[in-house]
């Protein structure tokens, strides 16, 4: 009952947080718009943003975030913003919180198709395709001018992942295959590895065979555009154009799973009750909780419980093996930790609030608060003298009112 009402209460936390958040701008915000100016593509490119909620005036250091790029940003960025919110917040620890970057489209068939072809029927016609070709100058925008600036303007961490649908799929493979260490992780959802006679899925088998990606995780998502009365055995032996589509997919889900020597972490599936439209939200949802399956950090009753239970090391180990796994420090939320101080100091589990508040202390030096509520639980035990440190730590760093009067208190009561 203890965990449950743990659990309740850092979920209303999370919550009351949005809800502050809707109040104070009376609307309800997803994310913000933002631009680039490419030289590479000679044109103005437009953004859609999503960053993890957060209160800037909030006492608690701030965090930063792995990044999503996402192609088609107009057609998907609702989705995919809420529905990292919803896996990483609220109670939840399915996935990390992180940023999110739409990119809206100019020229769709320009930046989305890895070769130039003249025509391409019954897929392309011949004006649609005049443009094509134009992916590695694409990819070299993301990587020289969009990453850059995202980088220095949002709270960014190492860890990148990039989704692709149909063209945008075709994109992701362009990338994993061409530009490996560009990100850590990839979506790609229903490729349209059917363009320019399959070049690029016949460049995919042979890297498979030939390159490493260790370190790197890939999802492929395959929708049902099959004709009525096909089924993958049979679609596998037709020749026509109408089935060419998920016939490339399968020849490209085949060479992934022959070649399991390269040392990536792959994951496909087949979605028989979605189309080519309906699949991207399917595919993103399984992908995200195959990619983060290690995420999350679970807990039993007896760690809320059992006042012996070293909570504190619980999650400086958990959070040591997600650093090893993401490639960078990953900290607890000092917010989530202070919180939890707070709860078992009124339990009287005084040494796990002693601990929680001290991993704060270590994990966030340059936090005011982290101080001033180990100061709190020093003063609960009566430990005056080492309470007045942490608190003139605390002012030394930020003055703070909560803080000068509770030491003013304390040396009061010591003349």
């Known amino acids: 009952m203890k965990k449950a009402i743990l659990v309740f209460a850092i979920s209303l936390i999370a919550k009351a947080n949005i809800a502050q958040g809707v109040e104070n701008n009376q609307n309800i915000v997803i994310g913000k718009t933002d631009s680039v100016q490419s030289k590479i593509l000679g044109e103005q490119r437009k953004l859609w943003v999503y960053t993890p909620n957060s209160n800037p005036n909030s006492i608690f250091s701030p965090q930063r975030y792995p ?15 809420g529905m990292i919110e919803q ?6 620890n399915l996935c990390p919180k992180m940023i999110v970057v739409a990119i809206l489209n100019t020229d769709r068939t320009r930046d989305l198709t890895p070769t130039h072809v003249e025509a391409d029927p019954p ?8 443009t094509s070709g134009g992916g590695e100058n694409f990819i070299a925008f993301i990587e020289k001018e969009l990453m850059p600036h995202i980088e220095a303007k949002y709270p960014t961490a190492p860890y990148k992942m990039l989704i692709g649908h149909s063209f945008g799929g075709l994109t992701v493979m362009q990338a994993f295959i061409h530009h490996t260490e560009l990100f850590n992780s990839y979506i790609c959802i229903d490729p349209s590895m059917w363009w320019d006679k399959q070049t690029l899925l016949k460049q995919s088998q042979k890297a498979l065979a030939e390159k490493k990606f260790e370190g790197k995780s890939l999802y492929l998502g395959i929708a049902n555009t099959m004709e009525d009365g096909m089924d993958l055995k049979k679609v596998q032996k037709d020749t026509s154009i ?10 490209l889900q085949s060479a992934f799973e022959k070649n399991k020597q390269n040392g990536l972490q792959f994951r496909s599936k087949y979605y028989p009750d979605d189309s080519h439209g309906s699949v991207p939200f399917i595919t993103e949802y399984d992908a995200l909780r195959f990619f983060f399956q290690y995420f999350p950090l679970k807990f039993s009753a007896k760690d809320y419980t059992d006042s012996t239970v070293a909570l504190a090391d619980k999650y400086k180990n958990h959070f040591a093996y997600l650093s090893k796994k993401m490639g960078y420090t990953i900290k607890p939320d000092e917010a989530e930790i202070n919180f939890l101080g707070y709860e078992f100091l009124k339990q009287k589990h005084y040494k796990k609030s002693a601990d929680l508040f001290r991993l704060n202390i270590d994990n966030y030096p340059e ?3 982290a101080y001033d509520s180990y100061a709190d639980y020093l003063i609960a035990m009566g430990d005056r003298e080492k309470a007045i440190e942490q608190l003139n730590k605390a002012l030394a760093l930020k003055e ?5 009067k509770k030491l003013a208190e304390l040396e009061s009561m010591n003349k």
């Open 367 to 369: 936090s005011f608060n």
């Open 67 to 81: 990044v999503v790029y996402l192609l088609d940003g107009e057609g998907h960025f609702s989705s995919v913003a």
């Open 87 to 92: 896996l990483s917040t609220g109670g939840n």
């Open 123 to 130: 897929y392309m016609d011949s004006l649609s395709s005049k």
């Open 400 to 404: 703070n009112i909560p803080s000068r």
């Open 242 to 251: 109408d089935s060419r589509h998920i016939r490339s997919i399968l020849a």
